[in-house]
């Protein structure tokens, strides 16, 4: 990891933010880019799904992938040999960066929406729609149907401005990209506004 972060730092040139992602993962690049379009690349933030809040800093869950600004990255970087917690420590990727961020003096940090929901998902399609393990419904779509004139955002289980899936396998990355960018259903248009929270 130190290594990589040194490599991404020495192309820094005009980048604002760093986007490290899992070779598993599906980015909505749109939805990254309105997520940073509300953030400035000067105030060091690294930005994720939190898995593991607590009294000792929040940790990043690396499936997720997650965001790093260019003030963050700068921080990490200058501290890699200097912080102890960003030393050659015998932790996962993920948890090694959110500690040696905090450390460097990095707010680390969830990127709820408006709803409150994370925008990073470190959990399949699969798990984060299907149901239960009890089989119990996670959610029900006629009660979230976006062709209604009144319907409830917050009965989904993710974000609307998702920015990423974990654990997308070559096929569902297929089925994403045709949902997402090529399927367009007839007479369906969003209805609903979203504005970033002051």
């Given at each position: 990891?130190?290594?990589?972060?040194?490599?991404?730092?020495?192309?820094?040139?005009?980048?604002?933010?760093?986007?490290?992602?899992?070779?598993?993962?599906?980015?909505?690049?749109?939805?990254?880019?309105?997520?940073?379009?509300?953030?400035?690349?000067?105030?060091?933030?690294?930005?994720?799904?939190?898995?593991?809040?607590?009294?000792?800093?929040?940790?990043?869950?690396?499936?997720a992938g997650y965001v790093l600004s260019r003030k963050a990255l700068?921080?990490?970087?200058?501290?890699?040999?200097?912080?102890?917690?960003?030393?050659?420590l015998d932790r996962i990727e993920d948890e090694q960066i959110s500690?040696?961020?905090?450390?460097?003096?990095?707010?680390?940090?969830?990127?709820?929406?408006?709803?409150?929901?994370?925008?990073?998902?470190?959990?399949?399609?699969?798990?984060?729609?299907?149901?239960?393990?009890?089989?119990?419904?996670?959610?029900?779509?006629?009660?979230?149907?976006?062709?209604?004139?009144?319907?409830?955002?917050?009965?989904?289980?993710?974000?609307?401005?998702?920015?990423?899936?974990?654990?997308?396998?070559?096929?569902?990355?297929?089925?994403?990209?045709?949902?997402?960018?090529?399927?367009?259903?007839?007479?369906?248009?969003?209805?609903?506004?979203?504005?970033?929270?002051?």
């Open positions: 990891m130190r290594e990589t972060l040194r490599a991404v730092y020495a192309q820094k040139e005009d980048i604002l933010f760093y986007l490290k992602a899992d070779y598993n993962n599906y980015i909505i690049m749109e939805n990254v880019r309105y997520m940073l379009e509300f953030e400035d690349p000067d105030k060091p933030f690294l930005l994720g799904h939190v898995h593991a809040p607590g009294p000792h800093g929040d940790k990043i869950s690396g499936s700068k921080l990490v970087v200058e501290n890699l040999d200097t912080v102890k917690e960003c030393g050659m500690v040696c961020a905090e450390a460097a003096g990095v707010e680390v940090r969830d990127s709820f929406d408006f709803l409150g929901k994370s925008r990073f998902s470190n959990v399949t399609i699969e798990n984060l729609l299907g149901p239960y393990p009890n089989n119990t419904p996670r959610w029900y779509p006629e009660e979230s149907d976006y062709t209604m004139p009144k319907y409830d955002l917050h009965k989904l289980p993710a974000s609307p401005l998702l920015v990423s899936f974990a654990g997308i396998d070559e096929t569902m990355m297929y089925v994403l990209e045709y949902l997402l960018y090529h399927l367009r259903p007839t007479g369906i248009t969003h209805r609903w506004r979203y504005q970033q929270p002051q």
